[in-house]
C-alpha cells in the first residue's frame, strides 16, 4: 500500500509512491464485514452486510470530517465481498495503527432470542495491552450511543478476521 505525492518543478511534475505512515500520523483499515454475495447474519429480511457496511459509511463520514492526520483505508464502500486474504492482507501491506471489523451477529439458529447486546473483539496475543484497552474503550462508546446490553470484550484471535 502506497500514497501519491505530488511535487513539481518547472515545467515538470513528480509523482513519488511513499509509505502512507510518511504522510499520516495514523493508518486505520476499516472493514464492512461479509459483502456481495455473502449476506451474513439474516433477520426479518434484514441483512448483515448491509448494515455493516452503513455504519462503516457513517464512519466515514466522521473520518472525512476529522481535521486529524489519519490515513484511513476501507475494505469495501459498495456490495462487493472481499476475500479474507485481501481483508487482512490491507491490515498487514499498510501496517496499519488500527484494524477494524463491523459485523452484526445473530444467534446459530436465525430465531428470535432474548440473548443480546455488544461485544468488541480484541487480539488476546497483544502482550502491549492496547488491543484490550481500545475494545474496552469502543465498547463503552457503543453502550452509550446505542443503549445497549453489555456482552464485554471479547477474545477474538480464534476468528480470522
Known amino acids: 500500500v502506497l500514497e501519491v505525492q505530488m511535487t513539481s518543478e518547472d515545467e515538470y511534475i513528480y509523482f513519488d509512491f511513499v509509505d502512507p505512515h510518511e504522510i499520516y500520523d495514523y493508518v486505520v483499515v476499516v472493514d464492512a464485514g461479509h459483502g456481495g454475495n455473502v449476506p451474513g ?5 434484514v441483512y448483515e452486510k448491509d448494515l ?3 455504519i462503516v459509511l457513517e464512519l466515514k463520514k466522521l473520518f472525512d470530517r476529522t481535521d486529524k492526520n489519519i490515513g484511513v483505508y476501507y ?11 485481501n481483508r487482512v492482507g490491507l491490515a498487514n ?7 477494524l471489523s463491523v459485523h452484526n451477529n445473530s444467534t446459530a439458529s436465525g430465531r428470535m432470542s432474548s440473548i443480546n447486546g455488544t461485544e468488541v473483539m480484541y487480539e488476546g496475543g497483544d502482550t502491549t495491552g492496547e488491543s484490550k484497552s481500545f475494545s474496552t474503550l469502543c465498547l463503552v462508546h457503543l453502550l452509550n450511543e446505542l443503549g445497549s446490553k453489555s456482552k464485554g470484550t471479547v477474545v477474538g484471535d480464534e476468528v480470522y478476521i
Do not use: V
Not at 447474519?41 to 429480511?45: D, L, N, P, R, Y
Open 75 to 85: 475494505t469495501r464502500t459498495d456490495d462487493s465481498n472481499p476475500s479474507f486474504e
Open 41 to 45: 447474519a439474516t433477520k426479518q429480511g
Open 93 to 99: 501491506d499498510s501496517e496499519a495503527d488500527l484494524f
Open 52 to 54: 455493516n457496511l452503513d
